[in-house]
């Protein structure tokens, strides 16, 4: 990416948090971040493409943020990453990041045909992800799929309704459940070896 197509895509985000994603009309948005919608066409070859951008973009900062709370959490904490991370997505400086990431998710859904390439990349990351952050003992594609489903209901939910409290009981009553469940009780496969370890222990 040149780094003017960068700079472009950094305003973009900017603007899309603050205003939402309501209109994107390229010309309003051009205005607003200094440029023309001729520009912004040469950059990104279409509004398509632009959007497909912007959503990459925002989730590979989600992803590093999600590896350096991990890498900086201690093993022998209390705390699961799975709270970590909620935490860290309600402070004030992330949550409207990740209002606008759900938002422009789900303009992406609405266009399947376009987007196509970004649903999958993005479920395969995420599942990459949430797999590599598990015990070995728990290293099921189900129960990964699960833990997202969980975190991405309760976090829409607090979009929505702005109870945070009653939002993270349930979180902490979902994480105790999962504790106490019984080794390979989520697995899709029953009998299945758990996954070899990769990367630091945990």
Known sequence: M????????????????????????LRPM??????????LIFHFHSKEEL??????????RLRRS???????????GDSPLLRVIWDWALAKEN?????LLYAMHILAVQDPSGQARYLKKNAVDWLELTM???PPSRRDPAFAMLLGAVFDGLLI???????????????????QLAREAPPGAFDSEPGRKPAPTSGRKR
């Open 95 to 99: 949550f409207g990041h990740l209002r």
């Open 157 to 175: 939910e607090v979009m929505g309704t702005g109870n945070r409290r009653r939002a993270t009981r349930a979180l902490d009553q979902f994480i």
């Open 66 to 76: 999600i590896l350096n709370l991990q890498a900086g959490l201690d093993p022998e």
């Open 51 to 60: 959007l497909a951008d912007v959503l990459g973009e925002m989730q590979a």
């Open 2 to 25: 040149t780094p003017r197509k960068q700079e472009l895509l950094d305003r973009l985000i900017t603007y899309l948090i603050a205003h939402g994603p309501a209109d994107l009309s």
């Open 132 to 134: 590599a952050a598990l």
């Open 30 to 39: 051009a205005e607003a971040i200094g440029t023309s919608a001729r520009l």
